[in-house]
């Protein structure tokens, strides 16, 4: 079965450091996004990426972060200083078409900002 | 009032029972709404999609949403240990991007 890939499982950095998340998306799906969920919290929006372009993004997406997909396949967060509280699960995930239907979610990337 | 309120449990019920789960929200404009099951410091995995009022059953599970009363249900029938987990109720307007609770604890005890 497709599914959303995710590296690496765990990244630990230390703070004002560089980090980048990867994904590979469902291959026919055409819509990217990036979720963030602080431990204990809910799953936030970070950003809605399509056609090369950011569609959508949160409060959060601040200048700290930017998307980017590189190639045919991978996906990837940059989040340029990190901080303590950027600490957190990032879930990339993907859909066919669009908010109006289903997002199907990778593991996740477990980042530590020490 | 929180967009999208979901009693965090935890929830423990014995194996075999049926099992009700619930969100509550507060923009009218919800049309499409899903569950999602996480276990621990896994990604959310889709269980149900709905869109507008009604049911939709899938095997033990039965989605439920109550648009007037803004509110739904996810129904686990004949519970397993499997299935303890934490389930998020998610929703969307069709042009905005999709809105977590904070999701419910559950346990089944064999």
């Known amino acids: 079965e497709p599914e959303v890939t995710q590296t690496p499982s765990h990244q630990v950095t230390q703070m004002g450091q560089e980090v980048i998340l990867r994904c590979v998306p469902i291959?026919?799906?055409?819509?990217f996004y990036w979720y963030r969920q602080i431990l204990g919290q809910k799953v936030e929006f970070l950003v809605s990426?399509?056609?090369?372009?950011?569609?959508?993004k949160s409060e959060i997406f601040d200048d700290q972060f930017s998307v980017e997909r590189p190639d045919g396949s991978n996906f990837t967060l940059k989040i340029r200083s990190t901080k303590l509280e950027d600490s957190a699960m990032y879930f990339c995930a993907s859909s066919e078409g669009g908010v109006n239907t289903e997002a199907f979610f990778g593991q996740g990337t477990r980042l530590t900002v020490v | 009032q929180k967009e999208v309120e979901q009693d965090p449990g935890p929830l423990s019920v014995p194996e075999g029972a049926i099992v009700s789960l619930n969100c509550t929200y507060s923009n009218s404009a919800f049309q499409y709404f899903m569950w999602y099951r996480q276990y621990s410091r896994k990604g959310p995995e889709l269980l149900m999609y709905?869109?507008?009022?009604g049911n939709k059953e899938d095997g033990r599970f039965t989605a439920q949403v109550d648009k007037s009363s803004k509110y739904i249900s996810l129904f686990i029938r004949d519970s397993q240990p499997s299935d303890s987990a934490t389930y998020l109720c998610?929703?969307?307007?069709?042009?905005?991007?999709?809105?977590f609770g904070k999701g419910t604890r559950l346990s089944v005890i064999a």
């Open positions: 291959s026919n799906h055409l819509y």
């Open positions: 990426f399509y056609n090369n372009e950011i569609s959508e």
């Open positions: 998610a929703m969307h307007t069709g042009n905005t991007p999709l809105v």
């Open positions: 709905t869109y507008s009022s």
